[in-house]
């Protein structure tokens, strides 16, 4: 196994991605290719936003680097480990709520801690630690109906940082929350970030959301996805989203994604007209 | 029951003497507090569906359209309990040497009779939920036994519980056994499916949260898979409960020699339908306990669930 490592990579990189390409249903004839050819490289610390289209793939490369599905093509290693499945040092936050209903917010907090075998008092004072940096440690005895929506989202991220991740990859976290709640939770989450010292892979559809957040984005080719660009932001932090500058760049990556939609509609077309 | 539908009229007929308005307010005022207590309204709305059921049915009888020897009014059936129950003693009437006066009272007989039919459903369900809650999981946790079981499982879920009867028979004889086993194998089936159905319902985010934890197959299957599968399941044991009270009658019927089904082939046999339709009374009081008690075991074993009734009353 070991000679087709290739090598190529820094091991000291967060995430690295080789060639990574990802077909469902592949060798059937309903196959179709979500990912070509995706090189990468993500330093520890680094946050980078995966910007693209609807479909685009985006997700799915999140899902790879995090193990739960395995690339039909290429290689990923994280932190000179290759990936093969996933690992709590790869923590996956979810668009949807994906708290246990039937534990409380502690309980939830400190799964990945029972799965190892930690003791009651162990799990409950890491979960005390983690609520306590994402600002619910009154909600701890509570059940995740009991919470709101950003709430529960913020319980989420912290099971993902009671594991104590090197990695945070977030698919679309702040999708399914009003606009004042997302900005408060990009804050929060800027925040976080800077706490923990791990590297954040966030994707969303949301140019808003990418410049408040990135240090690179990484903008997606619709189908099959590819890199089209990596477009780093320089802007220093705390960021004033209305300055010039940030409007500038709003405005380059709008036109780099518009590229992408327009060409992505036309293939819907295209497939939706009868030859 | 039909003592419950007097007083509600003694109730408006007392009213009637005030003006409108007070009896209006007596009413909201009697509604509001029964709000307040709410298993006293649940109690009150269903002696009202019952009372309801029954007055309909006494209206017939009143109107001469029922004929009281085939379609006996509920005051039939139900005033000569006495009378009735001496029909449930089957369990010592076909002994030889015992007459018919022999043995407990009525009253014990109907309740010997009920406890050793609830018995045999409760046994049934136990067995056949426990067997076919571990099939389903197996048959999902290993690939293998997918393979050599599922074809075989879904090739005898149509069969009926009537078909089982001879083998019921033949396999266990008389008595309590071949009752269960009939309940067992009239559930087995269709519960394996319907676990196998709720295990792949189960949401992936839930699945792949666990895997990203660093959790194994068991763990998985023993944190995640049985708790989110569980309210589906306690929905499934209380829609089998109904099946297995009327399975339990037929296999009743011909193999054991006392039970609520000997009385129905009695009744039948001998042309008495206010004994059938005071044993179907029996039956429905003994199952709408059963489920009683399921639903709340459902509401305190199922914590976290909110009530979805709700969500649809507003509408």
């Not at chain 1, 996956?92 to 409380?104: A, R």
């Not at chain 2, 569980?230 to 296999?251: E, H, I």
């Amino acid at each position: 196994m070991s000679s087709e490592i290739a090598p190529h990579f820094s091991s000291k990189d967060a995430v690295v991605c080789r060639g990574v390409g990802k077909t469902w249903a592949a060798g059937t004839k309903r196959a179709h290719e979500a990912l070509r050819d995706i090189d990468l490289d993500i330093k520890p610390g680094e946050f980078v936003v995966f910007l693209g289209p609807s479909g685009c793939g985006k997700s799915t490369l999140l899902y790879l680097i995090a193990g739960l599905e395995d690339a039909t093509g290429g290689q990923i290693w994280s932190f000179s480990d290759k990936v093969e499945m996933p690992s709590p040092e790869r923590s996956l936050i979810f668009q949807e709520t994906s708290l246990f209903p039937w534990l409380t917010v502690w309980q939830n907090v400190s799964f990945g801690l029972a799965i190892r075998g930690a003791s009651q008092e162990e799990r409950r004072k890491v979960a005390a630690e983690a609520l306590q940096r994402v600002g619910l440690i009154a909600a701890m005895d509570k059940r995740p109906d009991e919470l709101s929506g950003g709430m529960r989202q913020r319980v989420a991220v912290a099971r993902a940082l009671a594991m104590r991740p090197k990695v945070l990859l977030m698919d679309e976290p702040f999708a399914a929350l009003d606009v004042q709640t997302r900005a408060r939770m990009q804050d929060f989450l800027l925040d976080v970030w800077r706490d923990s010292g791990a590297s954040v892979l966030f994707v969303t559809h949301h140019i808003d959301e990418a410049v408040a957040l990135a240090d690179r984005v990484v903008v997606f080719t619709s189908r099959p996805g590819r890199i089209k660009t990596i477009y780093p932001i320089d802007l220093p932090r705390p960021r004033n989203l209305f300055s010039r500058e940030a409007e500038t760049i709003r405005i380059q990556l709008t036109e780099l994604l518009r590229d992408e939609v327009d060409r992505a509609f036309a293939e819907q077309e295209a497939f939706a007209t009868p030859a | 029951m039909a003592v419950v539908t007097r007083d509600g009229e003694a109730g408006v007929a007392a009213g009637a003497s005030r003006p409108a308005a007070a009896t209006r307010l007596l009413g909201s005022r009697l509604f509001a507090s029964m709000a307040g207590l709410d298993w006293l309204a649940k109690v009150w709305w269903t002696c009202l569906s019952i009372s309801l059921f029954a007055g309909l049915w006494e209206l017939c009888w009143a109107m001469g359209w029922a004929d009281p020897k085939l379609l006996p009014p509920p005051h039939i059936f139900l005033g000569n309990i006495a009378e009735q129950g001496r029909f449930f003693n089957t369990a010592t009437r076909w002994q030889v040497g015992t007459s018919m006066t022999e043995g407990p009272s009525a009253f014990e007989s109907v309740l010997i009779t009920g406890a050793a039919t609830t018995a045999r459903v409760f046994a049934g369900l136990v067995i056949a939920s426990v067997l076919a809650i571990g099939v389903g999981v197996l048959v999902r946790y290993y690939r293998f036994f997918d393979r050599l079981v599922l074809p075989t499982i879904t090739l005898l879920s149509p069969v009926s519980p009537i078909a089982w009867l001879p083998v019921a028979i033949f396999l266990f004889g008389i008595g309590n056994a071949p009752a269960i086993f009939m309940v067992v194998v009239a559930l087995f089936f269709h519960m394996v499916l319907a676990t196998i159905n709720q295990i792949d319902t189960v949401k992936t985010n839930f699945i792949n949260v666990a895997r990203t934890m660093g959790a194994s197959k068991p763990q998985i299957y023993a944190r995640v898979i049985v708790p989110a599968i569980l309210p589906g399941m306690l929905q499934v044991l209380r829609m089998n409960l109904f099946g297995a009270w009327m399975v339990v009658l037929v296999a009743e019927s011909t193999g054991v020699g006392y039970g609520m089904g000997q009385v129905i082939m009695l009744a039948r046999n001998t042309f008495n339908p206010s004994l059938v339709f005071f044993t179907i009374a029996v039956i429905g009081v003994l199952g709408f306990a059963f489920d009683w008690l399921l639903r709340m075991a459902q509401r305190r074993i199922l914590y976290w669930l909110p009530d979805t009734a709700e969500r649809l009353r507003v509408l």
